[in-house]
């Protein structure tokens, strides 16, 4: 559970939120702004981020929420969101790549991705590199932070950079899987480039949630999420990190140093998730979005 003891004053903050209307986004969401934050919710639905907008407005009592609309699944769509968040807020001290999804079969984007593959990671990793001009002049102060939404299904299996469209092999854990440990492979990278600009970044799994994510899936995810249903986390414990990464002062987060975490602790990752294939992995994803890295 998030402790709300801390009483953190984020008054100073501007926080930018993806995949903010539902979920463990929805559960920062109203922490942050409830904490004074100026708050950039990032959804895909128009109409599912106005309604999550004026819940929070209204638990919060804060005025300073704007929505943007990203679809995760074009990344046209989020470099025009990118442009409006930079116009908006040319600092930016928190960024939280949270935006996510599962599939049950493979679906390939008008763009030519597969869409697990582009929601999960790449529209992220985009959004990350076009916002960074905004994060490194809130890093002029007090340090910037960056957190990834990652999983333990990180560790179902490497990325097979032969093949990262899944058009060999597709499976919805092996997809979900792979754009989570991309996701921690990401953050990875970024702490190594951006660490000596005051910038934290970390990456988290939020433990296995009552999210509607297990329906989406495909079967097998079904029936797990149907059979582990009692036993999950709630909403406000698996948002707990995530807030906690984002907001907190206390100097394991502030030495964050890229690290992959859970419930507080700086937690086990895959053998296979190294520093060559963190590197690998970046250099091809700036290849695959540099179209939208321009103009």
């Known amino acids: ?81 990118a442009k409006e968040l930079l116009e908006a807020y040319p600092s930016i001290d928190v960024l939280c790549n949270n935006a996510g999804g599962s599939n049950g079969e493979r679906v390939v984007t008008s763009e030519g991705f597969e869409t697990t593959l582009v929601v999960n990671h790449l529209s992220g990793f985009l ?60 953050a990875r ?23 509607a994510i297990w329906g989406k899936g495909g079967t097998l995810a079904k029936v797990i999420g149907f059979v582990m249903y009692p036993f999950m986390w709630n909403i406000e414990k698996g948002t707990d990190t995530f807030i906690w990464l984002a907001s907190s002062n206390d100097e394991v987060v502030l030495r964050a140093n890229g690290k992959y975490f859970f419930d507080r602790q700086a937690a086990k990752i895959a053998d296979f998730a190294t520093d060559a294939a963190a590197d690998q992995l970046w250099q091809k994803s700036e290849e695959l979005v540099s179209p939208w890295l321009v103009g």
């Open 127 to 186: 959004l990350t590199k076009l916002l960074m001009p905004a994060i490194l002049e809130a890093a002029k102060g007090e340090p910037a932070r960056v957190v990834f939404t990652s999983s333990l299904g990180h560790k179902n299996s490497p990325i097979g950079f032969d093949d990262l469209n899944l058009e060999k092999a597709y499976g919805s854990i092996k997809a979900y899987g792979r754009s989570k440990l991309m996701n921690l492979l990401t």
């Open 1 to 81: 559970m998030v402790d709300k003891h801390l009483n953190i004053d984020l008054s100073a903050k501007v926080i930018v939120v993806t995949g903010a209307n539902s979920g463990i986004g929805f559960e920062a969401c109203k922490y942050f702004a409830s904490s004074g934050a100026t708050l950039a919710m990032v959804c895909r639905s128009e109409e599912k981020g106005k309604s999550a907008l004026e819940s929070i407005k209204a638990l919060s009592g804060s005025n300073s929420i704007r929505l943007f609309i990203a679809d995760f699944s074009s990344l046209a769509s989020v470099a025009r969101a």
């Open 189 to 211: 990278s970024l702490d190594q480039k951006h660490r000596a600009d005051n910038v934290i970044v970390s990456s988290f799994h939020p433990g296995a949630v009552r999210t």
